[in-house]
């Protein structure tokens, strides 16, 4: 008889049996980190989820969710970052960014529901982007909460942190410095704030991210470009020991 059932991403003989201790590890993983490390016999594949404020230099209150940037320092085949942020401290998020622009290892970021300020630059850190069709990723200038000085070197240091984060997204986009800047600064859009929101298929459009898609469509493509990676590797191990 025809099997008629979708084939999985993994097949049951990929999967590998956890061990008591490897289930309670991974549970405790997840409720330090919000992260999960994904193993079969291809690939290991490091899921990071960003949702909420990203805590940095101060530790934000208990009742706001928060994503602690020195839990990200991947050692896995290839890492998927999800983000759902609010954006949060500039330094820290520019710091994961960084971190995530700089690995050698295949990396896919995926925007669900929303990449706000500083998830922008996470967003655009990977070497591909999605975005769901239903999310958005909002663009505005980089603003500051509570007592502020008010002299020349206050708005000198602003328009430096926004030069930070203008320039990195542009050299990992498509987008250009311009543009960017047109969409931060934007007045006519937010009603208390000053920027513009856009819709996946807007954010696609304008260069900002790769491709409209969800989670299958990212997997596949951190999986075949695992699996690129594997064989590059192999290609050059094979030249080396020929000489």
């Not at 996946?200 to 898609?213: K, Q, Y």
């Amino acid at each position: 008889m025809k099997n008629t059932k979708k084939q999985a991403l993994y097949s049951i003989d990929d999967v590998e049996t956890d061990t008591v201790d490897e289930e309670a590890e991974r549970q405790k993983q997840i409720r330090e980190s919000g992260s999960v490390i994904a193993k079969n016999r291809r690939h290991t594949v490091q899921c990071l989820t960003i949702i909420g404020q990203i805590e940095g230099h101060y530790i934000a209150p208990s009742q706001n969710k928060t994503t602690k940037y020195e839990h990200v320092i991947p050692q896995i085949d290839g890492l998927l970052m999800i983000l759902n942020t609010v954006g949060g401290d500039v330094e820290a998020g520019l710091a994961i960014a960084e971190l995530v622009a700089g690995m050698k290892k295949p990396t896919v970021s995926l925007v669900l529901g929303g990449g706000h300020s500083i998830g922008v630059p996470l967003a655009v850190a990977a070497k591909h982007s999605f975005i769901a069709p239903s999310a958005s990723m909002t663009i505005h200038p980089v603003r500051m909460n509570g007592l502020l000085l008010g002299v020349p070197q206050t708005l000198e240091y602003f328009q430096r942190m926004q030069d930070r984060i203008t320039n990195f997204v542009t050299a990992n986009s498509h987008i250009s410095h311009e543009r960017f800047m047109q969409l931060a600064m934007n007045t006519q859009e937010l009603v208390m704030d000053v920027g513009t929101v856009l819709d996946g298929d807007e954010a696609v459009a304008e260069g900002l991210i790769d491709t409209l898609g969800n989670l299958h469509e990212a997997m596949d493509c951190l999986d075949a470009m695992i699996a690129a990676e594997k064989k590059k590797r192999r290609s050059e191990s094979g030249r080396g020991k020929k000489k």
